[in-house]
């Protein structure tokens, strides 16, 4: 089973930033926290990882708290193309080939 | 950008029949792996496959199941003798290893069984 928790869905304007909380109070310390998205039916898309450290790139913005229990998705100016399935994963690093385990993830809804 | 292809993107087989769903990792990467997903439902891992052998496998992946590279680019998973059940989207993925462990997918082969 997924070891995080995230909200069933949230909508968002378009423009604004859009945050998607996940919550992962299990985690432990060489687990990294990975974000995907699924936009309809098509293959999952990486956007970020982190450990500890908030992280940036081109996608999004990961916020990740003192203690690691929870972790904040931001995409600074949504647009619509950004309408998807987001899903928050906690994965060991330098595991090999450990699966990734999908939970239901958030569905964002940007709105025009 | 490198990506992960995979053919057929669409295939409709009659139960029973045999399928072979085709992927092409990146082409650095070492490992690979299958995932599909039931119309509605999560994404579920099937398989990993690395240095030429089945790494791990849930239990979905039962002997109906199989996986191959038959040459240096492509990977490839097998149904035997599909059944209605097998009906979902099927992603393939590829990952640097070696530390780079970041999945990349593909955009899937849609899988009806009739």
């Known amino acids: 089973d997924a070891k995080t928790t995230q909200p069933p869905s949230m909508d968002c304007a378009e423009g604004r930033a859009a945050n998607l909380p996940c919550n992962h109070s299990t985690i432990s310390g060489n687990e990294y926290v990975y974000w995907y998205r699924q936009i309809h039916s098509q293959g999952p898309q990486y956007i970020i990882h982190?450990?500890?450290n908030n992280e940036t790139n081109e996608m999004a913005s990961l916020i990740i708290t003192e203690d690691r229990k929870s972790s904040t998705l931001i995409l600074p100016h949504a647009t619509l193309r950004d309408t998807a399935v987001y899903y928050c994963i906690v994965r060991l690093w330098n595991s090999g080939n450990t699966p990734l385990v999908f939970g239901k993830g958030t569905r964002l809804s940007v709105i025009a | 950008e490198p990506e992960v292809t995979q053919t057929p993107s669409h295939q409709v087989t009659q139960m029973g029949q045999e399928v072979i769903l085709r992927c092409v990792p990146i082409s650095n990467h070492l490992y690979f792996y299958w995932y599909r997903q039931i119309l509605g439902q999560k994404v579920e891992f099937l398989v990993s496959?690395?240095?030429?052998?089945?790494?791990?496998k849930s239990e979905i992946f039962d002997d109906q199941f199989s996986v191959e590279r038959p040459d240096g680019s492509n990977f490839t998973l097998k149904i035997r003798s599909t059944k209605l059940e097998d009906s979902a989207m099927y992603f393939c993925?590829?990952?640097?290893?070696?530390?780079?462990?970041?999945?990349?997918f593909g955009p899937g082969t849609r899988l009806l069984v009739l």
């Open positions: 496959f690395y240095n030429n052998e089945i790494s791990e």
């Open positions: 993925a590829s990952s640097e290893g070696r530390g780079g462990e970041t999945q990349y």
């Open positions: 982190g450990l500890k």
